[in-house]
């Protein structure tokens, strides 16, 4: 698709932001609305995300945006005829001590405010859910039933369907090089095939936003950094509607992953990655692996994980994430 001379809005970036500022434009009336990605939809960072649906945040804007997400997932797939994978499993967060618990109330009294359904639970409520779970240190918890998991691949691709359905053009293989402005107002971009004059740019480049906001003299705090998550063998008699589980003060999550368990490693103290630029080839690509910075202690693993000390060579994935300093 060649590139048009003029647009309202140019989004840089396909990936999963990318396509939903495109898609909500769209469903706003904005026809005259372009997406430049460098390489393909997803090859950033979505394509490996770990596609959980959660509700329960730390801020009332953060929460209003999750609650309206997981709505427009369960009724995206019907309205683009693009299947997202979305299923509402729900979730469980676990505390294991009486500071967790008491900082889940309060998350769980804010989300209630915004009508978000959630439950406290206690050990052996957690355990009837999620079966084969080791309760025995855990506290209590909190269920949301309409938490749950999606495909994120194929949520950016339904979002890219519904945004081209209300006339977003999506162009891919087309990298933006600068930023133009006049009168320090934003004017258009220029891109290896040429410029394109527009009213607004929005940076939805993730990883990359860093290096897209300095070229309009804008210091972006964000940079990369590696997360992990490991995939087990399959595993016998594991029900593809397991809820989602987190444990906070394990800094790990678990969900079904096709008669699998994928269990992420939140690191507290995240490795930064490509803080001299992320490498011009990079498309669908993973920083090199190695398991020494996974910080999930291995009896978590057994704690949530059915028959995990029989599972033989699992798979372990070094992704690079975005990470915002505080």
């Given at each position: 698709?060649?590139?048009?001379?003029?647009?309202?809005?140019?989004?840089?970036?396909?990936?999963?932001?990318?396509?939903?500022?495109?898609?909500?434009l769209g469903k706003l009336g904005w026809t005259d609305v372009v997406?430049?990605?460098?390489?393909?939809?997803?090859?950033?960072?979505?394509?490996?995300?770990?596609?959980?649906?959660?509700?329960?945040?730390?801020?009332?804007?953060?929460?209003?945006?999750?609650?309206?997400?997981?709505?427009?997932?369960?009724?995206?797939?019907?309205?683009?005829?693009?299947?997202?994978?979305?299923?509402?499993?729900?979730?469980?967060?676990?505390?294991?001590?009486?500071?967790?618990?008491?900082?889940?109330?309060?998350?769980?009294?804010?989300?209630?405010?915004?009508?978000?359904?959630?439950?406290?639970?206690?050990?052996?409520?957690?355990?009837?859910?999620?079966?084969?779970?080791?309760?025995?240190?855990?506290?209590?918890?909190?269920?949301?039933?309409?938490?749950?998991?999606?495909?994120?691949?194929?949520?950016?691709?339904?979002?890219?369907?519904?945004?081209?359905?209300?006339?977003?053009?999506?162009?891919?293989?087309?990298?933006?090089?600068?930023?133009?402005?006049?009168?320090?107002?934003?004017?258009?971009?220029?891109?290896?095939?040429?410029?394109?004059?527009?009213?607004?740019?929005?940076?939805?480049?993730?990883?990359?936003?860093?290096?897209?906001?300095?070229?309009?003299?804008?210091?972006?705090?964000?940079?990369?950094?590696?997360?992990?998550?490991?995939?087990?063998?399959?595993?016998?008699?594991?029900?593809?509607?397991?809820?989602?589980?987190?444990?906070?003060?394990?800094?790990?999550?678990?969900?079904?992953?096709?008669?699998?368990?994928?269990?992420?490693?939140?690191?507290?103290?995240?490795?930064?990655?490509?803080?001299?630029?992320?490498?011009?080839?990079?498309?669908?690509?993973?920083?090199?692996?190695?398991?020494?910075?996974?910080?999930?202690?291995?009896?978590?693993?057994?704690?949530?994980?059915?028959?995990?000390?029989?599972?033989?060579?699992?798979?372990?994935?070094?992704?690079?994430?975005?990470?915002?300093?505080?």
């Amino acid at each position: 698709m060649d590139i048009p001379a003029k647009a309202r809005a140019v989004i840089i970036g396909g990936g999963v932001v990318g396509c939903s500022i495109a898609y909500h434009l769209g469903k706003l009336g904005w026809t005259d609305v372009v997406l430049l990605e460098r390489k393909q939809l997803t090859c950033g960072t979505t394509w490996h995300a770990a596609g959980l649906i959660a509700q329960l945040r730390a801020t009332q804007n953060m929460t209003r945006l999750a609650k309206y997400s997981q709505e427009l997932y369960f009724g995206l797939e019907e309205e683009t005829g693009v299947a997202t994978g979305f299923k509402r499993n729900g979730s469980i967060t676990v505390a294991l001590t009486d500071e967790r618990m008491e900082e889940l109330r309060r998350s769980a009294a804010m989300a209630r405010a915004f009508g978000v359904e959630i439950d406290e639970i206690s050990p052996s409520d957690i355990q009837s859910r999620y079966p084969g779970l080791t309760v025995d240190d855990a506290v209590g918890g909190v269920w949301l039933p309409k938490d749950g998991q999606a495909d994120p691949v194929n949520i950016t691709q339904a979002l890219a369907k519904g945004a081209r359905n209300y006339g977003a053009k999506i162009i891919q293989g087309v990298k933006v090089t600068d930023i133009h402005q006049t009168d320090g107002r934003v004017t258009g971009v220029m891109t290896d095939q040429g410029p394109i004059e527009a009213d607004y740019v929005v940076n939805a480049g993730g990883m990359w936003a860093r290096e897209i906001g300095a070229m309009a003299g804008v210091a972006v705090p964000l940079h990369a950094c590696e997360h992990f998550y490991i995939v087990t063998e399959g595993i016998d008699g594991l029900t593809s509607n397991l809820p989602v589980l987190r444990v906070p003060d394990e800094c790990a999550y678990y969900k079904e992953d096709a008669g699998k368990i994928l269990l992420g490693a939140f690191e507290p103290n995240s490795k930064p990655w490509g803080m001299d630029g992320i490498p011009e080839d990079f498309e669908f690509d993973l920083p090199a692996r190695g398991f020494r910075p996974f910080r999930a202690d291995p009896r978590a693993c057994r704690r949530a994980v059915p028959g995990s000390g029989r599972s033989r060579h699992p798979d372990l994935l070094q992704r690079a994430g975005k990470l915002h300093p505080r």
